[in-house]
């Protein structure tokens, strides 16, 4: 079974621009989840999606957005980039279910801004 | 809110020896689960142990063990044999259930652990 993948692994933006993520889960999984993480403010959630809708948003400005599509597919757009948003962004999968199901991590999309 | 606090940045240990990372939390919630993930060099995320509040007895996962302690709101994560392989950040994580999914993790700061040859 394939596991959670991230694409771009690498981008560098520059500030003001928007960029685009993408983030496939583990064939079978409804959930994604987002996190950034950075050296000062650690690993912080961003929102999570289940079914193509948005479940759960974490404390971050409007300019930071995701859609979740049919094949569970999620993209994170993040608009009028700012320096402090270079980060690893992280993607998670879990299965939906009854109970609390393990979150499946991808390997991260290193974001810079310059 | 609720918020998770790993007090030891870095940690360094010889391989096969035992080392113990530590976690304490702020929660009013009394259901919730508790965890322990590894980041190695590569950036993924592996979960490596799981705990439920509401269950007494800690858990193990072959070389890995908890020590819970729900009153002190402390999660304590033993390795016991330690491996070269288990060079890592370690991260604490707190998550209050809902809906039957793992939606919003609260991690900690991390522990950068070491272990030397």
């Known amino acids: 079974k394939a596991g959670v993948t991230q694409t771009p692994r690498y981008l560098i933006k520059t500030r003001g621009q928007q960029v685009t993520l993408s983030c496939s889960p583990i064939s079978g999984h409804r959930s994604v989840s987002w996190y950034q993480q950075t050296p000062g403010q650690g690993l912080q959630f961003l929102f999570e999606?289940?079914?193509?809708?948005?479940?759960n948003k974490g404390n971050f400005p409007g300019r930071f957005s995701g859609r979740q599509f049919s094949n569970s597919r999620s993209e994170m757009n993040v608009s009028t980039l700012e320096l402090g948003d270079s980060a690893l962004y992280l993607c998670?999968?879990?299965?939906?279910?009854?109970?609390?199901?393990?979150?499946?991590f991808g390997q991260g999309t290193r974001l810079t801004v310059v | 809110a609720q918020t998770v606090t790993q007090s030891q940045p870095e940690m360094s240990v010889q391989e096969a020896e035992t080392v113990t990372l530590s976690c304490t939390y702020d929660?009013?919630?009394?259901?919730?689960?508790l965890f322990w993930y590894k980041q190695p060099p590569s950036r993924q995320m592996i979960l490596v142990i799981r705990?439920?509040?509401?269950?007494?007895q800690n858990a193990t996962e072959n070389r890995f063990s908890v020590n819970f302690q729900k009153a002190a709101k402390s999660f304590s994560l033993k390795i016991s044999d330690s491996q070269l392989g288990d060079t890592a950040m370690y991260f604490c994580a707190f998550m209050k259930p809902y809906g039957g999914s793992q939606g919003n993790l609260i991690f900690g700061k991390g522990t950068k652990l070491s272990v030397k040859p």
């Open positions: 998670a999968s879990s299965s939906s279910g009854t109970g609390v199901n393990e979150a499946f």
């Open positions: 929660t009013s919630e009394s259901n919730y689960y």
């Open positions: 705990q439920e509040a509401y269950k007494q």
């Open positions: 999606y289940f079914s193509e809708t948005q479940r």
